[in-house]
């Protein structure tokens, strides 16, 4: 992902032109404050070809006086577009360098007779079968059937270290678009055209997916309903100056109108939103929707997977023990027989390990056995051998139980030797055949790096980690202490993982979950927010709602702050919008009733020369404040680590003050400036 992306003339240009695209009336329209201004700049246009439209007998020099409201109106909608345009400037960006990726594949089709045909990349269909050789370039998303290699992914996740991708497993899915450095892989493809991980990458940056959020649905709700009032307000203004004896010109009433009503948080709500989520993408996190990214923001529980997410996941046989009367040739010969169908990464090291020590087995003699593959409930795998007999190796719970329901024994030694393997952070795998438990396979992996540090700062956040995982509970206290994470919960199952997300959050909790396997999908898809690793497997990235490009299970901390920064920047950004129109209502209500009622020349407290200049200035003032914030809206309120709330007071504090003071400041300026230019009586 390209990360120094900034705002080049060429972007600016871009945002330019669009702003000027956006003024379509049913684009417009989804933004019903700006959409009011818009409406009144289109009637001030009329009135500035003709002054009496609506009657009355208005000198020509009305028309001076309506075309400069015309030209701030039209100004002020545009100034809103150009914040969007802006905020999605960096997207778009992106999602063309992205694009370029997608060039021109060809790709090597298996046909049903087992030869292959060269297609374009575009032809590939679900279930296709392709094969890569390295340097080719891989042409669809899909999960290895057979082989191993080492894959650039850089197209995609911006990092040039190879990742291994190999059947079997939580790293078995490849992305098309990313290159095989090395061997050869057969992929089964799992999209249709369209509908590629790279496919919905670019449209989420390109936020042609967007989607409102709640909260934000909410305030438009909100702005709506203010606008409804003012536009009232404004309306009984004139038959009241009416009453006594005056009237009031429409382009003023307009003017007045889109002083009050709220547009400055109504031009740049939408503009907030993309920045937050273009923030996310900026430290290479995918998030599907905006509402990910917000309810990351008050996150309090993170529940972790632990092989793959808290440590590498390359899990690798190191040693085997046997247990009993077992020699460690006989526990090697059953750990191999029990992998030789096992695709996993954990299975083929058995495999490999085996025959390093000398033991290995063909696989054609063993046809008419009966694979036993991997599952995360059996938590086993091995085989089935034509004679009857069964071999197994798998969670030392898992086995213990299922000999002791077979009516075996346990060996005395199991116990001892298990727990050596756990307290070293090692998983270890107990090996049988039938009844008889020959000993055990030690797997070793290790802890991501920085992640101790990491989980304190989470703590800090005030954030609870638990690693939930499927290995033994001495393995998993090892890993969590290591790893620095709050607690664990062990021996655990797929449901399991999802029953502890639904507890937390009955009780009022928002839970995030990081993950990459299979087995983490339901979870993944019942968590508040969801990160799965991209190293994971497709079903995870499916089922989660962001996606760390980096597998990085702890990047929730740059989410949780962009998330909370995006709600404060919101809050913020509206308070300031709210007191500055009610500063606004008490600076030009008097000026504008001078001319009819001079008694009220006393509360013109801010001396401003004329009613025109006072009503000019104060549309001017509220035009030039919406730029001046898009910095504002685009960077986001500085974030500190403080509770959500303490920050929220203080911001509607600073911009509550603010957002009364400035008005009166800004104004005065303008309104010397025309004076200064001779226009105060235009
Ligand atoms: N190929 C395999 N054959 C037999 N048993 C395995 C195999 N792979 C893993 N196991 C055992 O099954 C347990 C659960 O494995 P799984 O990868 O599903 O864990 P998990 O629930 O995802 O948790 P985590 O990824 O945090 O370890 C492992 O701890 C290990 O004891
Ligand atoms: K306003
Ligand atoms: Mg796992």
């Known amino acids: 992902m390209e990360k120094s992306a900034t705002f080049n003339r060429a972007m600016m240009g871009r945002a330019v032109g669009e702003s000027f695209v956006k003024l379509d ?26 002054p009496n439209l609506f009657g009355g007998h208005y000198p020509p020099q009305q028309r001076a006086y309506n075309l400069v409201v015309t030209v701030v109106l039209l100004v002020t909608v545009l100034f809103g577009n150009f914040a969007e345009s802006i905020a999605e400037g960096r997207g778009k960006a992106q999602a063309e360098s992205l694009r370029k990726t997608k060039t021109d594949l060809l790709a090597n089709r298996r046909l049903p007779n087992g030869t292959f045909e060269s297609v374009p990349a575009t032809a590939l269909r679900k279930e296709d079968i ?8 891989i042409p669809a998303d ?22 291994i991708r190999g059947a079997g497993g939580d790293f078995s899915s490849v992305t ?33 997916s967007r989607q409102k959020t709640p909260n934000e649905i909410a305030l438009s709700v909100l702005l709506a309903g203010l606008t409804l009032i003012f536009l009232i307000v404004v309306d009984t203004l004139e038959p009241f100056a009416h009453y006594v004896h005056g009237t009031i010109d429409v382009a003023t009433l307009i003017a007045l109108l889109v002083c009050l009503i709220p547009t400055t948080i109504g031009a740049l709500l939408s503009a907030i939103g993309i920045a937050g989520m273009d923030r996310v993408i900026r430290f290479n996190v995918i998030a599907k929707s905006g509402k990910a990214v917000e309810a990351a923001g008050d996150v309090n529980t993170l529940i972790l997977d632990k092989t793959g997410t808290i440590t590498i996941g390359n899990r690798l046989a190191t040693e085997f023990i046997p247990v009993g009367t077992h020699t460690e040739q006989s526990l090697i010969g ?22 390093t020590k000398g033991v290995s087995y063909v696989r054609e003699e063993y046809n008419n056995a009966e694979n036993v593959e991997f599952s995360a409930d059996t938590r086993m795998s091995g085989l089935d051998l034509p004679n009857g007999s069964i071999v197994r190796k798998g969670a030392v719970d898992a086995i213990r139980q299922y000999v002791q329901q077979h009516g075996g024994t346990v060996p005395g030694d199991l116990e001892e030797k298990t727990r050596r393997i756990a ?24 802890v991501k790096t920085g992640m101790r540090e990491r989980f304190n700062e989470l703590r800090k956040m005030g954030i609870k980690t638990v690693m939930c995982t ?82 990085d299970p702890t990047k929730l901390i740059e989410v949780v702050a962009i998330g909370k920064q995006l709600l404060i920047t919101r809050g913020a950004i509206t308070t300031f919008s709210i007191a500055n129109d009610v500063a606004k209502y008490f600076a030009i209500i008097p000026a504008m009733f001078m001319a009819v009622l001079p008694s009220l020349k006393a509360l013109n407290i801010m001396f401003l020369t004329s009613p025109q200049s006072a009503i000019l200035s104060a549309l001017i003032f509220n035009a030039i404040i919406i730029p001046l914030l898009i910095p504002l809206a685009m960077k986001g309120v500085k974030y500190r680590p403080m509770s959500a709330t303490a920050m929220l007071m203080r911001n509607i504090f600073i911009y509550g003050v603010g957002g009364v003071i400035a008005p009166f400041v800004g104004i005065k300026i303008i309104d010397l400036v025309i004076t200064a230019l001779g226009l105060a009586h235009i």
């Open 25 to 50: 009336p049913r684009v417009m329209v989804k933004n019903p404050v700006m959409f009011v201004v818009e409406i009144g700049f289109v009637i001030t246009l009329f009135l500035t070809f003709d």
């Open 423 to 446: 307290v070293e952070g090692g998983t270890p795998l107990a090996v049988i055949q039938d009844n008889e438990i020959y000993g055990l396979i030690y797997l070793k992996d290790i």
């Open 334 to 355: 059953t750990s191999v027989l029990s992998s030789l169908f096992d695709e996993t990464p954990e299975g083929r090291s058995v495999v490999d390990l085996g025959k």
């Open 142 to 163: 899909g999960e290895v059937m057979e082989g191993l290699g080492s894959v650039d992914e850089s197209a995609i996740t911006g990092e040039s270290a190879p990742v």
């Open 176 to 208: 098309g678009g990313t290159k095989l450095l090395s061997d050869e892989l057969l992929i089964r493809v799992t999209v249709n055209p369209g509908e590629s991980f790279l496919d919905k990458m670019i449209s989420l940056v390109e936020g042609a």
């Open 470 to 551: 499927g290995d033994n509970p001495l393995t998993a206290a090892t890993i969590a202490k290591e790893a620095g994470v709050d607690d664990f919960i062990a021996e655990a199952k797929p449901e399991d993982k999802m029953r502890l997300i639904r507890s937390e959050q009955e009780d009022g909790k928002l839970v995030a979950m990081s993950g990459d396997g299979t087995n983490d999908a339901p979870a993944l898809a019942q968590a508040d927010v969801g990160l799965a690793m991209n190293t994971g497997t497709s079903a995870a990235k499916e089922a989660g709602n962001m996606v760390d490009l980096d597998s």
């Open 130 to 137: 392709v094969r890569v050789v390295a340097g080719e370039t």
